[in-house]
């Protein structure tokens, strides 16, 4: 009987690292050496291109951009598609401000308009002033704060509801459904 290594795993050659040799054959050769600076690199050997013989994910056909093609930016539909949700820009028999806007909408804020008129609120607190504005524009909270300050005051307090009426004029005021008032 032939005596092999004590350990079952070595190799029953001898370990000499000056040969260049490994136990288990030929030493692989070296990496190559990296491209100079601005030379493409070409892809890793095991490198293979997708094949569009049979359709799927990411491939045209499925709703997907096939490879290499341009994806759209985040919150943007493909082209000629409208975002979920969106109306397009002209509708026609339409009212501009959709279904849910039917006194239009402010053109800086979007906000739709409000059935209330800011100058029917705004007299109303300057010519009434015991809160009658805020009652109008559905706001009866402050309506019922204004005239309790009206009336514990004597009438002092009567100018919280005209300097209301003034700012209710002088901008854009909502009213209690978060619409903004006409004007």
């Known amino acids: 009987m032939t005596q092999g290594p004590e350990n079952p795993y070595e190799p029953n050659q001898p ?3 000056s040969s260049g040799d490994s136990p288990y054959g030929a030493t692989p050769p070296p990496p190559p050496p990296p491209p100079p600076y601005g030379e493409p690199q070409s892809p890793p050997p095991s490198y293979e291109q997708p094949s569009y013989e049979q359709p799927g994910y990411g491939q045209p056909g499925y709703g997907q951009p096939g490879y290499g093609q341009p994806q759209p930016a985040y919150g943007q539909a493909p ?3 409208q975002p ?3 109306m397009p820009y002209q509708t026609y028999g339409a009212s501009p ?3 849910g806007a039917p006194y239009g909408v402010h053109p800086v804020t979007g906000i739709p308009y409000s059935d209330k008129s800011k100058v029917v609120a705004g007299l109303l607190q300057i010519l009434v002033p ?3 504005g805020r009652f109008y524009i559905g706001d009866s909270g ?3 704060a204004q005239l309790l300050v009206t009336i514990f005051t004597c009438g002092i307090g009567a100018l919280w509801p005209v300097i209301d009426g003034i700012i209710m004029l002088a901008s854009d005021s909502k009213d209690a459904n978060g619409l903004m008032l006409r004007s």
């Open 142 to 144: 402050i309506g019922i």
């Open 84 to 86: 979920y949700g969106q």
């Open 97 to 99: 401000a959709g279904p």
């Open 130 to 132: 015991f809160g009658i």
């Open 79 to 81: 082209y000629g598609q």
């Open 15 to 17: 370990n000499d690292s």
